[in-house]
């Protein structure tokens, strides 16, 4: 499941020569989300992430220059830095992105070849066509039974793509930390804070370095988030806070059924049609809509400041939908 975009900055760090932004996630991003902007929103660029999502990455043009831009080092954050990791994993990442591009060039070329030599065969000798199966027997005629397949919840299907762990909670006064539980690759943060000044939930991997941003609030809160950068393995939760909060960390089967209207940050699971959904929010801050269906699958569906009513297509589920919001806000799928 992918980093989620959202809260509104309450506070900004100084300018540092090397960025907080993973050039793995970066780099993944871009090539595998590529076509929906993620690469661009993750590291800030929201004007050029939207551009992007739009025109489906220049129609895939764009997404090469990115990925290009990525493994060169030209890319950098919102803030003109160096991604985080570059000078570590960039001749992995070259190497790779070379045979990729190269495994599907020569997809292309080969299927090419097939469908030109098909097209040629069938100049040459027809269309083929097959003949009829003589029916021996009665026996032999009859179709075979259907297989009955039990259906799949989307609790199991949840377990199934993200895993499972066993839950854990845990509270604290301040800064702190909390470490995830075994086996937590993906998975639901409930947090609660009573003060008065930022809090703010970093995911760390186990090199102790940020790589997703999953709340980042000012005063009172009380809410749920999706982590899940597959760019790395999240170890540790670091909490920024000036009050009292609690933290639960649960599987992504353990979120309720997606409610059509609530406040705040939330998470629920989707196992209806494609359709389209209509969103509606009052507020003043960012209002995002993420669809996950797996691990590095999924796209952003809502990305807006301040009061916002539109409609947009969903896909069909089993998926999990992620709202990041302050305030009040209406979800209806139809």
């Given amino acids: 499941m992918t980093a989620l975009p959202g809260s509104p900055p309450s506070y900004r760090t100084p300018d540092a020569e090397v960025s907080t932004k993973?050039?793995?996630?970066?780099w993944l991003f871009a090539f595998f989300l590529g076509t929906f902007g993620v690469d661009r929103f993750y590291l800030g660029k929201v004007g050029t992430g939207v551009l992007k999502l739009v025109t489906l990455g220049g129609c895939g043009i764009w997404v090469l220059v990115d990925v290009i831009l990525v493994v060169v080092g030209a890319q950098r954050d919102n803030l003109d830095r160096q991604l985080n990791g570059y000078d570590q994993y960039?001749?992995?990442?070259?190497?790779i992105t070379v045979v990729l591009i190269a495994i599907s060039a020569l997809s292309v070329v080969l299927n090419g070849i097939r469908t030109a030599n098909l097209v040629l065969d069938e100049?040459?000798?027809g269309p083929v066509v097959e003949e009829p199966a003589v029916v021996e027997s009665e026996e032999a005629a009859a179709p075979?039974?259907?297989e009955v397949e039990e259906p799949v919840t989307v609790q199991a299907w949840a377990d199934q793509t993200f895993g499972t762990f066993a839950p854990a909670s845990q509270a604290g006064t301040g800064d702190g930390l909390v470490t995830l539980?075994?086996?937590a690759v993906a998975g639901i943060v409930s947090a609660t804070h009573d003060g008065d000044a930022n809090f703010v939930i970093s995911v760390l991997d186990t090199g102790g370095t940020p790589t997703e941003l999953i709340v980042n609030a000012i005063g009172a809160y009380?809410?749920?988030t999706l982590f899940g950068d597959t760019s790395s393995l999240p170890t540790t939760l670091e909490i920024k806070a000036d009050g009292n909060w609690s933290v639960s960390v649960a599987p992504v089967s353990s979120a309720a059924p997606l409610a059509s209207a609530g406040s705040g940050d939330t998470v629920g699971l989707y196992d209806g049609p494609a359709g389209a959904l209509t969103t509606a929010y009052p507020g003043d801050w960012?209002?995002?809509v993420w669809e996950t269906r797996g691990l590095l699958e999924g796209g952003l569906l809502v990305n807006e400041i301040g009061p916002y009513s539109g409609t947009v297509p969903l896909s069909a589920g089993p998926s999990v939908i992620s709202v990041q919001a302050e305030g009040e806000w209406t979800l209806t799928v139809g």
């Fill in 22 to 26: 993973s050039f793995l996630a970066t």
């Fill in 90 to 95: 960039k001749n992995v990442a070259r190497v």
């Fill in 123 to 125: 100049v040459q000798n």
């Fill in 144 to 146: 075979p039974s259907p």
């Fill in 181 to 183: 539980p075994a086996g």
């Fill in 222 to 224: 009380t809410g749920a």
């Fill in 286 to 288: 960012n209002f995002v």
